[in-house]
């Protein structure tokens, strides 16, 4: 009995050891939300900066700005602690609580708009996102309370010795074959569907999640004292994540250019969870030891999250199309755009509001503050048979 007892003990310690312990996925979760809180807020300062070096028509550029360095100082804490996060808990966990910046974001951005609106108005425009921030708020606790908590201490050989398993070859060479398919037709046939350059991204985005959990493990390892930054992998690794984020930035651009950055938050989120989840699955085993209840329940709070971000995404204003045409006013010799008429020029009111940034319906022409010289215009002759014909005014 006491052999029992003493070998269970002694497998509890191993399995702790491992990482396996609910302490290290709290100290992961816990990191990762404060990290994407910090990555919302940088972002919002950041882009306070900008508006306000715009609209006082500022000539410093924006980087010699405090509020852009107080941004930025913010950025990399957040991302710094994201990336520590990889070490502590899985993937599975990890992966979908970027969910709480889309939180952060949407309640920074109610805040920040400063809108007068009576509350029947108020409830209709924001009524899908409080309904997606409830069920995001809802999904976030039902995944991290269900989520897997079998994970182990990423060691070189560990490494090895997940990368070298079928599993996780078949996986990889499924991956580039959708890869090289999806970018075929991206580049062959201008398959530039959102769907097509996000799957591009999800699938980098999955080997990125890989790399940098093997990274931040190592790293962790090293500097409580089990060196493992000598060891080839870790090189290869580090190599394989510097590759794919700078390709996945690279994509994720091009989707920004082609298609509504609205519409680009919620499927990115989706896909690029649901490849980091499988990727978490196959490659560190993380829902080996799971039940089947915990794995449906994990599942379910992760949808409730799929469902919330895009109903926050969904209710967001989205901008017109900017379709110019210009009008000369041959008096003045100003030249006035028009957007299906209506005027799309500043206001000269020294905010920056040029093309669809500002919504100017109702407002009269503006015109800009150009002189331009006007050629000499020649009189008719009194006969009128040899003349110019008559110049129409605007």
């Known amino acids: 009995m006491i052999g029992k007892l003493f070998l269970k ?18 100290i992961g979760t816990l990191l990762a939300i404060f990290g994407n809180v910090l990555v919302s807020i940088s972002l919002t300062i950041q882009k306070h900066s900008h508006v306000t070096l715009a609209g006082t028509k500022d000539p410093r550029a924006f980087y010699r700005t405090k509020t852009w360095w107080c941004g930025f100082v913010f950025t990399c804490l957040g991302e710094g602690a994201n990336f520590v996060s990889y070490a502590f808990a899985p993937l599975a966990l990890v992966a979908p609580l970027n969910a709480v910046s889309v939180i952060t974001s949407s309640i920074l951005g109610l805040i920040f708009l400063r809108e007068k609106s009576k509350p029947r108005d108020f409830a209709r425009r924001y009524g899908l996102s409080f309904l997606g921030l409830i069920l995001t708020t809802g999904g976030t606790y039902l995944f991290v309370a269900f989520g897997p908590n079998s994970h182990e201490k990423l060691q070189a050989e560990n490494i090895v010795k997940h990368l070298v398993g079928w599993p996780v070859l078949l996986y990889l060479l499924l991956e580039i074959i959708m890869f ?3 970018l075929y037709f991206y580049k062959q046939h201008r ?10 991204v999800a699938l980098l985005g999955s080997i990125t ?13 090293s500097s409580e004292g089990t060196m493992q930054l000598d060891y080839p992998i870790f090189s290869v690794m580090f190599v394989c994540m510097v590759a794919s984020v700078i390709f996945q930035a690279n994509f994720l651009s091009q989707a920004c250019k082609l298609h509504d950055s609205c519409l680009i938050a919620s499927v990115n ?21 799971e039940d089947i209840l915990h794995v449906c329940m994990y599942l379910l709070g992760t949808a409730f999250c799929f469902l919330g971000v895009y109903l926050i995404t969904k209710n967001r204003k989205k901008s017109k199309s900017f379709e110019p045409y210009v009008t000369m006013d041959m008096a003045n010799g100003v030249p006035v755009i028009h957007d299906k008429g209506l005027v799309v020029q500043p206001d000269f009111n ?17 015109a800009l503050p150009v002189k331009l010289e006007q050629p000499p215009v020649r009189s008719r002759s009194p006969d009128g048979s040899h003349g110019h014909p008559d110049l129409k005014t605007d």
Not at 270 to 284: D, E, H
């Open 350 to 366: 020294g905010s920056f509001s040029y093309g669809a940034l500002v919504n100017n319906d109702g407002v009269a022409p503006a």
């Open 209 to 221: 999640v890989i790399t940098v959990k093997a990274v931040s493990g190592m790293l962790v390892l």
């Open 191 to 200: 398959a530039n569907y959102v769907v097509v350059v996000l799957m591009l």
């Open 269 to 289: 989120y989706i896909l690029s969870t649901v490849f980091a989840v499988v990727a978490g699955a196959v490659f560190y085993l993380e829902f080996k030891n």
């Open 180 to 182: 090289c398919l999806l």
């Open 9 to 26: 003990t002694s497998r509890m310690d191993f399995s702790r050891a491992d990482g396996g312990s609910y302490t290290d996925n709290l």
